[in-house]
């Protein structure tokens, strides 16, 4: 038997999977609608959607089958998410990667085999697959009328992840940054790997609305995102939880390598609004934490602790900043590392 090999994206993919917060969820008429189509379009006993995690295959929908996920070791779908196209296999008794596999030798007695992946965010997170306990063929256009159900299904993937999105911002929200900091926590925690969350606040963004009116404080809250886009690393995590607050969770990162990344990050972000003279400037207070698996259980404690430790820093600031919160590209920001 051989094992599916692990995509070059695989930590990209599997956040993108966690952030959905879809596994291990109770069924949807709007997933087993479309599996119940296929089963009756392709007239075969088993219609799966099947998302790939990092050590299983979970099923969304499942109409046919009564196991509600099996080991990725084992799956079909595993090697269905390492292509582009639809994965065909006419007959798995005659395929040697599959003659031996726990799935094609007990049940649910696999022959054929057609696998659709299915892309979110350019990652292939699992397949729309079509199984039988016989050898079938596959022509060119059951492929297509594949495709367009997978199609389908995708976008009601794509409904799930506006809801972990932040709408202003294109970053990830308050519900989607809960999920899959959770699970950065956890890795985390069992490798003893250091994290720092960031939790920041801007500082007196309220005026910006008043004086240059709602549509511009839009602007400058993607600004400072796409500044966090641009500034961060691949396996850093942030967020807009709300209004003017952000969040960043640093892995493999100390509080002091986080600290110098903060202001390596404001930095960048002064010079950026100084470059675009759009009359203010935005500055903003955060407080650092060390995760601590013993203080910090769930990801709910450690931002709690940040929110707390940017308010102290926000406090202690607020002598600093003008009455209206307006400065001009030319002016001196205040320096950050002097507060306590």
């Known amino acids: 038997m051989q094992k599916p090999d692990i995509p070059k994206d695989e930590q990209a993919r599997l956040e ?3 952030t959905l917060d879809i596994l291990d969820t109770l069924p949807e008429e709007r997933f087993d609608r479309l599996t119940r189509i296929a089963k009756r379009m392709f007239r075969v006993p088993i219609a799966l959607v ?10 969304k929908s499942c109409i046919g089958l009564s196991a509600s996920e099996t080991s990725r070791d084992i799956s079909f779908c595993g090697h269905a998410i390492l292509g582009d ?4 296999i006419p007959n ?3 395929d040697p990667r599959f003659a031996d596999n726990p799935l094609v030798l007990g049940e649910p007695n696999i022959r054929f085999y057609v696998g659709c992946p299915l892309s ?15 050898p079938r063929s596959f022509e060119d256009e059951d492929v297509e ?16 992840q506006l809801a972990t999105l932040d709408e202003l911002t294109k970053i990830s929200n308050r519900r989607g940054f809960m999920v899959l900091a959770q699970h950065s926590l956890s890795l985390c925690a069992r490798q003893k790997i250091p994290a720092a969350l960031v939790f920041l606040d801007l500082d007196r963004f309220k005026p910006i609305n008043d004086k240059f009116g709602h549509a511009e404080g839009d602007r400058a809250l993607v600004a400072f995102a796409n500044q966090m886009k641009s500034s961060f690393r691949d396996s850093d995590l942030f967020a807009r939880l709300g209004g003017d607050e952000f969040v960043v969770l640093l892995t493999n990162t100390s509080k002091q390598q986080a600290e110098a990344i903060i202001e390596k990050f404001n930095r960048s972000l002064t010079r950026n609004y ?8 935005i500055t903003f207070s955060h407080g650092i934490v060390e995760f601590d698996p013993e203080k910090h259980p769930a990801v709910e404690e450690l931002l709690a602790n940040g929110d707390a430790l940017m308010y102290e820093v926000k406090r202690a600031k607020r002598c600093y900043l003008k009455p209206m ?7 001196t920001l205040p320096n950050r590392s002097l507060l306590p």
């Not at 979110?120 to 016989?134: A, E, V």
Request: net charge negative; hydrophobic share 45%.
């Open 16 to 18: 993108t999977l966690w």
């Open 50 to 59: 099947s998302l790939v995690d990092e050590n299983r295959q979970w099923f």
């Open 85 to 88: 196209e639809v994965f065909i």
């Open 92 to 94: 798995a008794i005659e």
């Open 120 to 134: 979110l965010s350019d990652h292939k997170l699992g397949t729309l697959c079509l199984i039988d306990q016989k």
């Open 145 to 160: 009328a594949l495709k367009d159900l997978a199609s389908m299904v995708e976008r009601e993937l794509a409904a799930v």
């Open 274 to 281: 100084q470059e675009a003279c759009r009359g203010y400037a």
């Open 325 to 331: 919160g307006i400065l001009t590209a030319s002016e």
